[in-house]
């Protein structure tokens, strides 16, 4: 299984980005595909994730309002529109993805839970 992460670059603070992750692994609608990022100097956070097997979204307090998950079955893609951009918003992004199909939803926001990680793509938001 591999995860392609695109979509990252430089934007000024209230900007916006999309962010793409292209997997090949099979039954596609059935994982939790999820967003994390990490700024230097500190740990993985959890961004956003969507749920195997529905359309139930999950988001970090920090970018609720502003980011959007949401997955093409077809594509095989996961894409993060993010909104309002802020300074502290800057970072590494990872794609994550649970292929396993067992994972509860109180685990969607562990980084343990997932099994396949993309490369990451940088952000910066400059103020």
């Known amino acids: 299984v591999q995860l392609q992460a695109s979509g990252g670059g430089l934007v000024q603070a209230g900007g916006s980005l999309r962010l793409s992750c292209t997997t090949s692994?099979?039954?596609?609608?059935?994982?939790?595909l999820a967003w994390f990022r990490q700024a230097p100097g500190k740990e993985r956070e959890f961004i956003s994730a969507?749920?195997?097997?529905?359309?139930?979204?999950h988001y970090a307090d920090s970018v609720k309002g502003r980011f959007t998950i949401s997955r093409d079955t077809a594509k095989n893609t996961v894409y993060l529109q993010m909104n309002s951009l802020k300074p502290d918003d800057t970072a590494v992004y990872y794609c994550?993805?649970?292929?396993?199909?067992?994972?509860?939803?109180?685990?969607?926001?562990?980084?343990?839970?997932?099994?396949?990680w993309g490369q990451g793509t940088q952000v910066t938001v400059s103020s």
């Open positions: 692994g099979p039954t596609f609608s059935r994982l939790t």
């Open positions: 994550a993805l649970d292929t396993r199909g067992r994972m509860i939803l109180s685990s969607v926001t562990n980084p343990t839970a997932y099994n396949y």
């Open positions: 969507v749920f195997r097997g529905s359309s139930s979204t």
